[in-house]
T-cell receptor
Framework: NAGVTQTPKFRVLKTGQSMTLLCAQD?????MYWYRQDPGMGLRLIHY???????AKGEVPDGYNVSRLKKQNFLLGLESAAPSQTSVYFC?????????????FGPGTRLTVT | AQKVTQAQTEISVVEKEDVTLDCVYE???????LFWYKQPPSGELVFLIR??????QNEISGRYSWNFQKSTSSFNFTITASQVVDSAVYFC?????????????????FGKGTKLSVKP
């Protein structure tokens, strides 16, 4: 099993450009999440999904959109990138609706917006 | 609202010293879960432990131990006889219990992390 994979690993964007980050998991998990990690801020939840076809906003959703068309994939989109979106992005997945199941994290995507 | 506070931003110890990382949480839920994750310099996040709010027993795993005290809303992590490989950022996190309405049960609220440096 590959676990949780993220594509790409690194990306540099110019302000105003758009891009999509892809997260894939092969563990048949229901829940998937996108976080961003900034220095001294810990990880903050951007959006999450409780199942195929459903998404919901997290703590810092502005400037991002997501889609979960297939159970195994969770896409994070930046329509018009801004320097404030320079960050490391982590995707995670977990079992079922019951809380308490640990989240499995991908390796992260380092995004720089100039 | 839920909140996790890790007051220690950075800790530096010499190998073989014991070190305790503090975690204080806030929640109004009666059922909740607490976690510790490790982020080594390579950047990935590694799950260390999960504890539910009904289980206040301390846990030991090799050189790692965790002390959960509901009375002080703390979930502290101790590394005994630290090693250089323990150098990492450690995150404490909280998730809400299964009875929470709205589907946000699994969402993790992270503390800002404690950077541990273990010097040889």
């Amino acid at each position: 099993n590959a676990g949780v994979t993220q594509t790409p690993k690194f990306r540099v964007l110019k302000t105003g450009q758009s891009m999509t980050l892809l997260c894939a998991q092969d563990m048949n998990h229901e829940y998937m999440y996108w976080y961003r990690q900034d220095p001294g801020m810990g990880l903050r939840l951007i959006h999450y999904s409780v199942g195929e076809g459903t998404t919901a906003k997290g703590e810092v959703p502005d400037g991002y959109n997501v889609s979960r068309l297939k159970k195994q994939n969770f896409l994070l989109g930046l329509e018009s990138a801004a320097p404030s979106q320079t960050s490391v992005y982590f995707c995670a997945s977990s079992y079922s609706r019951q809380a308490g199941y640990e989240q499995y994290f991908g390796p992260g995507t380092r995004l720089t917006v100039t | 609202a839920q909140k996790v506070t890790q007051a220690q931003t950075e800790i530096s110890v010499v190998e073989k010293e014991d070190v305790t990382l503090d975690c204080v949480y806030e929640t109004r839920d009666t059922t909740y879960y607490l976690f510790w994750y490790k982020q080594p310099p390579s950047g990935e996040l590694v799950f260390l432990i999960r504890r539910n709010s009904f289980d206040e027993q301390n846990e030991i795993s090799g050189r790692y131990s965790w002390n959960f005290q509901k009375s002080t809303s703390s979930f502290n992590f101790t590394i005994t006889a630290s090693q250089v490989v323990d150098s990492a950022v450690y995150f404490c996190a909280l998730s809400r219990g299964p009875l929470v309405y709205g589907g946000s049960q699994g969402n993790l609220i992270f503390g800002k992390g404690t950077k541990l440096s273990v010097k040889p």
